[in-house]
C-alpha cells in the first residue's frame, strides 16, 4: 500500500480530504455497528456462521479510515501553527 504525502497538498485539498475522510469513516462504523446487531442475533438463533465474523472483517477498514483522518488532521495543524 502506498504512503500518502500529505505535505504535498494545499490547504483546500487537505480540507476537501478531510471531509470525505470523516464522512467514510462515520458511514462504515454506522455500517459496522448495524450489522453487529444482526450478527448477534443470527449467532444466537443458528449458531457460529459468516455472519457471525462479517462485521469484524470491516474493522481494519475502519481503523485504517481513522488513521489516514489523524494524518490529515495533523498536517493541518502543523501547517496553522507554522503560519
Known amino acids: 500500500m502506498k504512503k500518502e504525502?500529505?505535505?504535498k497538498y494545499?490547504?483546500?485539498d487537505l480540507i476537501k480530504k478531510e471531509k470525505t475522510a470523516k464522512v467514510a469513516t462515520i458511514a462504515l462504523g454506522a455500517?459496522?455497528?448495524?450489522?453487529f446487531f444482526p450478527c448477534l442475533y443470527l449467532t444466537y438463533k443458528q449458531g457460529f456462521n459468516?455472519?457471525?465474523v462479517l462485521p469484524f472483517t470491516f474493522l481494519p477498514l475502519l481503523m485504517v479510515n481513522i488513521l489516514t483522518l489523524k494524518k490529515i488532521k495533523a498536517e493541518m495543524?502543523?501547517?496553522n501553527k507554522a503560519s
Do not use: A, G
Open 5 to 7: 504525502d500529505y505535505s
Open 10 to 12: 494545499s490547504i483546500e
Open 31 to 35: 455500517l459496522i455497528v448495524m450489522q
Open 50 to 52: 459468516v455472519f457471525t
Open 77 to 79: 495543524n502543523s501547517r
